[in-house]
Nanobody, 120 residues
């Protein structure tokens, strides 16, 4: 599975962005998908995950209620809608694929990342 993220950019605090991750391969819809992020000088952290059919989602406490993960298996895409963005959301965001939803382990495939900067 190859993954390519898009949709990052510069946004003011309180604003919104929608990240997308396009997957290749006919097996995309069998994988759980996750979003992670890494800020400068910090370790990569879990953001959200979604099961293969979209029936199960899970979020990090820091984004719960502000971010929404979704997927469209007909288009081989997974999205992350980010609302009420804060400066501490600034990071490189990565999508990843795993056999089952997870907050850390099992992600075998990763995208190259897309930069999100929240600043006035």
């Amino acid at each position: 599975v190859q993954l390519v993220e898009s949709g990052g950019g510069l946004v003011q605090p309180g604003g919104s962005l929608r990240l997308s991750c396009a997957g290749s391969g006919r097996t995309f819809n069998t994988y759980a998908m996750g979003w992670f992020r890494q800020a400068p000088g910090k370790e990569r952290e879990f953001v959200a995950t979604i099961s293969w059919n979209g029936g199960t989602t899970y979020y990090a406490d820091s984004v719960k209620g502000r971010f929404t993960i979704s997927r469209d298996n007909t288009k081989n895409t997974v999205s992350l809608q980010m609302n009420r963005l804060k400066p501490e959301d600034t990071a490189i965001y990565y999508c990843a694929a795993a056999l089952i939803p997870s907050t850390s382990e099992g992600y075998d495939y990763w995208g190259q990342g897309t930069q999100v900067t929240v600043s006035s």
